[in-house]
């Protein structure tokens, strides 16, 4: 005979585990549309749109809020062990790095905003590639999450090296042109900022990534995170002494 009563509790149990893991996938979307919008507002100079980033974080700073919520209960009432526990702490995991997206994100539209104010530089052309290449893991990230794809998971892993090198690139090539011309200190400072934060949000999807491989494997990705950014350690001479180098 069925116990009815324990049928009963798995399939509730279920039933919870996956309205959480759709809350993650509800956020990562928020999060994903959020850097999406900022760069489109600093590629088209639109403050407004701007604008409306920045007020649009609370709503991800609310589904995390949600999701802790959740998972607490979770831990709290059913106490799951082996893949369930881990699915409740991925979600944990996951929440808190796509809220720090968001926030990024919102910080890119308030530098954005700022920006408009003064002249356009030729750095600001080269942010939107690098942007575009988090959105890309960010995305592929959340693909990995929904299939519980620990592949995938290493792809986006493995290429937040060339997330890195744009980043480090960029940062040359700013500081190039704060030295050729004072007037481009102010937009190339917030440049950097926004190069700095999308750099970070490429950090967070990596983060994400290694959550997810141990979520489904129950192992953590072997080797060192491949590091692509050398910023720290960079020395811009000014144009006219490396002339006479």
């Not at 403050?47 to 980033?53: C, F, G, I, P, Y």
């Not at 979520?215 to 144009?239: C, F, H, M, Q, W």
Request: aromatic share 4%; proline share 4%; net charge negative.
């Amino acid at each position: 005979m069925v116990d009815t009563s324990t049928e009963h509790t798995v399939r509730s149990f279920d039933k919870e585990l996956a309205r959480l893991s759709q809350s993650i996938i509800r956020m990562g979307g928020l999060a994903e549309s959020q850097l999406a919008a900022a760069i489109e507002a600093m590629s088209r100079r639109n403050s407004e749109m701007a604008a409306k980033v920045v007020q649009s974080d609370a709503e991800i700073d609310a589904l995390e809020q949600e999701i802790d919520e959740q998972a607490v209960q979770l831990l709290a009432l059913r106490q799951p062990m082996a893949q369930d526990l881990r699915e409740v702490i991925a979600a944990l995991k996951i929440s808190a790095d796509l809220e720090r997206i968001g926030d990024y994100a919102a910080n890119v539209a308030k530098r954005s905003m700022a920006l408009n104010q003064v002249p356009m530089t030729e750095p600001a052309h080269t942010l939107p590639r690098m942007a575009q290449l988090v959105l890309s893991n960010i995305k592929r990230v959340l693909d990995a999450y929904v299939d519980r794809d620990p592949d995938k998971a290493i792809d986006v892993w493995e290429s937040d090296t060339e997330v890195d090198e744009m980043y480090t690139s960029l940062f040359r090539e700013t500081l190039t042109y704060m030295m050729e011309d004072p007037r481009n200190i102010t937009p190339c400072t917030h440049l950097l900022f926004i190069a700095k934060n999308v750099e970070r949000m490429g950090d967070h999807a990596t983060n994400i990534a290694e959550v997810i491989h141990f979520l489904v494997t129950g192992n953590k990705i072997l080797g060192g995170r491949p590091k692509g950014d050398t910023t720290s350690y960079e020395v811009v001479a000014p144009p006219s002494e490396s002339a006479t180098h």
